[in-house]
């Protein structure tokens, strides 16, 4: 008897850890692609979803994403931590017009946008420097 219980707490144990938790991607050691300024775009269009994702293994806080609404089509566009956008003074929200500057990458197959600067309300948020590297990051190499 003792046996069939250790037996039923290890398959419970291994059925709960089969689960990705709640907000997690579906393929946590996906790396997010660098930033490129050979395939630097601009786009213009109105916010559809202001998305917060929290998990990343290595990263902690994704950041924001915004779902933007183009002319051709809807893009998911990377800004940055959420604190360091608050900080600069922005915030996003459905139906905002937006003008975004940024590397164009795909990330689990679908188009996305590493955004460089964003332009809202006349206003531009500067997350990273022409090469790329987020103004979040300070003086690190």
């Known amino acids: 008897m003792k046996l069939l219980g250790k037996i039923g707490c290890f398959v419970a144990a291994a059925c709960i850890a089969a689960v990705p938790s709640?907000?997690?991607?579906a393929n946590p050691g996906m790396r997010m692609p660098r930033y490129d300024s050979s395939t630097e775009t601009n786009i213009k269009g109105t916010v559809e979803d202001v998305l917060h994702p929290q998990y990343s293994s290595r990263r902690g806080n994704m950041g924001i994403h915004?779902?933007?609404?183009?002319?051709?089509?809807?893009?998911?566009?990377h800004l940055?931590?959420?604190?360091y956008v608050t900080q600069q003074g922005f915030a996003f929200a459905k139906g905002d017009a937006v003008e975004v500057a940024g590397s164009k990458v795909t990330i689990a197959g679908a188009p996305a946008v590493i955004a460089r600067e964003v332009v809202k309300d006349g206003k531009t948020l500067t997350l990273r420097d022409k090469t790329g590297r987020p103004k979040w990051a300070g003086r690190r190499s």
């Open 66 to 77: 915004l779902m933007v609404k183009t002319e051709t089509g809807t893009i998911e566009v």
């Open 80 to 83: 940055g931590p959420s604190s």
């Open 22 to 25: 709640v907000g997690q991607p």
